[in-house]
């Protein structure tokens, strides 16, 4: 059973860059076919699908925040991590990392628990 863990600072200032990483037991991130996600979910609306790190190494990107998300991982640690550049206080949210069969958020079927971000000066 694969278990996904989000780890990250406590508090994010406006303008600053939140860096999130997951760390992934019970299976490896470069096993066919699977996308590695992060999704998010600000205080009272639905989930939110940020982008993916395949297996393969590829990234893809939500076109609303491609200009500031970068995804990368370490294999050897079985991580990966956000970065989340110039955050607003609109990037309050759960952020979640995902193991997921397709792109968008959808077929995940392995989630972390997810870490709170406050965004505040």
């Known amino acids: 059973q694969v278990q996904l863990q989000e780890s990250g600072p406590g508090l994010v200032k406006p303008s600053q860059t939140l860096s999130l990483t997951c760390t992934v037991s019970?299976?490896?991130?470069?096993?066919?076919?699977?996308?590695w996600s992060w999704i998010r979910r600000p205080p009272g609306k639905g989930l939110e699908w940020m982008g993916a790190?395949?297996?393969?190494?590829?990234?893809y990107y939500s076109p609303s925040l491609k200009s500031r998300t970068s995804i990368s991982r370490d294999t050897s640690k079985n991580q990966f991590t956000l970065q989340l550049r110039s955050v607003t206080p609109e990037g309050r949210a759960v952020y979640y990392c995902a193991k997921c069969l397709v792109l968008n958020g959808n077929g995940c079927g392995s989630w972390g628990q997810g870490t709170q971000v406050p965004v505040s000066s």
């Open positions: 019970g299976g490896s991130i470069t096993t066919n076919y699977y996308y």
């Open positions: 790190i395949a297996y393969s190494g590829s990234t």
